[in-house]
């Protein structure tokens, strides 16, 4: 079992930015690949960003493809998620995921799931 706690959203104007967390608790957290999700209102849940267990290999989504960034601190059992750059479209609630499969965790099949962060970006 895994529990993941999402932190570090909020309100911010276009073109600033933001760093989430996500704290893992109840497991081997470095057996676990990650991966960042967001779903906007009246919207389906999309992937954005996700992480090897090793760190060494990580994948996202064309839309934020250069401005955010994905990394993990297996010391610390916590990923994180660097936005930059934000635009309006980004405002969403962002939720992380886990999963011992990378190909399982990219997609909303992951076994564990946070409750998320909510992010809101204002133009």
């Known amino acids: 079992q895994v529990q993941l706690v999402e932190s570090g959203g909020g309100l911010v104007q276009a073109g600033g930015s933001l760093r989430l967390s996500c704290a893992a608790s109840g497991h081997t957290f470095s057996s676990y690949a990650m991966a960042w999700f967001r779903q906007a209102p009246g919207k389906e849940r999309e992937f954005v960003a996700a992480i090897s267990w090793t760190g060494g290999s990580t994948y996202y989504a064309d839309s934020v493809k250069g401005r955010f960034t994905i990394s993990r601190d297996n010391a610390k059992n916590t990923v994180y998620l660097q936005m930059n750059s934000l635009k309006s479209e980004d405002t969403a609630l962002y939720y992380c995921?886990?999963?011992?499969?990378?190909?399982?965790?990219?997609?909303?099949?992951?076994?564990?799931w946070g409750q998320g962060t909510q992010v809101t970006v204002s133009s």
């Open positions: 995921a886990a999963d011992v499969e990378i190909i399982v965790v990219v997609t909303t099949g992951a076994h564990y």
